[in-house]
């Protein structure tokens, strides 16, 4: 390739490189809870940080709106996106049938790294329910269940499992949901692991169903009562 040919080439490549390494950056700033739901991301603040200019911001800010993590306002700007109950009923929907296959596969498979994978991670979950840290226990809680699909050793069940969490990522906004059920929720995991290390699919997949559809009902009250707040 002659050296205008390569010019040419990087000319093109780079805007995409830069609106890429925008949109990885903010998504995972999403992820760590940087942004409460309805909060504002400033374009500007962002391209600072990233040393870039607007334009490959409002790019990656673009497809994050595509992807549900974000919403894009006129007039008033991006903002983060807050998920409807329709969305959030229909989440859990799905997630009963991939969780319950999970916590099934984990059984069969699980081995002794496995389940002290999940103990340790229940007894940091055991610490913050004793500490009222919702927060913490929210991330925790993401934690075992994602560990659950990674355990199954199932790609496509964890590709599947990380679409459905994308747009609950924020701890901040989970916190509040997460503290009245911290402790009943540790219990009910625990049930869970207990099964695991028995090898029981069946009571497995059970156990995570039943504890999924507790949470299906608790989070759409939650988030019912906190749209009725914001009225």
């Not at 390569?6 to 942004?35: C, M, N, T």
Request: aromatic content about 6%; proline content about 4%; overall charge negative.
């Amino acid at each position: 390739m002659e050296a205008s040919q390569l010019s040419d080439a990087q000319e093109v490549l780079q805007p995409v490189h830069k609106w890429l390494s925008a949109y990885r950056f903010v998504k995972g700033e999403i992820k760590r809870g940087r942004w409460c739901a309805d909060e504002i991301i400033s374009a500007n603040v962002i391209a600072s940080e990233l040393g870039m200019s607007r334009s490959p911001v409002q790019q990656a800010l673009r497809v994050l709106a595509t992807d549900g993590l974000v919403e894009i306002v006129p007039q008033v700007g991006c903002m983060i996106r807050r998920p409807l109950p329709s969305e959030i009923e229909e989440s859990f929907t799905i997630r009963l049938a991939l969780d319950r296959l999970a916590g099934e596969l984990a059984a069969e498979r699980a081995g002794d790294d496995a389940i002290a994978r999940l103990e340790n991670i229940i007894e940091k979950s055991e610490s913050a329910a004793r500490a009222d840290d919702g927060a913490e226990y929210a991330q925790l809680n993401r934690m075992f269940h994602l560990a659950l699909y990674d355990i199954a050793r199932s790609k496509q069940l964890r590709a599947a499992a990380d679409r459905l969490w994308e747009p609950f990522q924020s701890p901040d906004d989970a916190a509040p949901f997460f503290e009245p059920r911290m402790k009943q929720s540790v219990q009910e995991h625990r049930a869970i692991l207990s099964a695991i290390a028995r090898h029981d699919s069946d009571e497995a997949g059970r156990l995570v169903k039943r504890h999924l559809e507790g949470c299906k009902v608790s989070v759409l009250t939650y988030f019912g009562a906190a749209q009725q707040l914001r009225r």
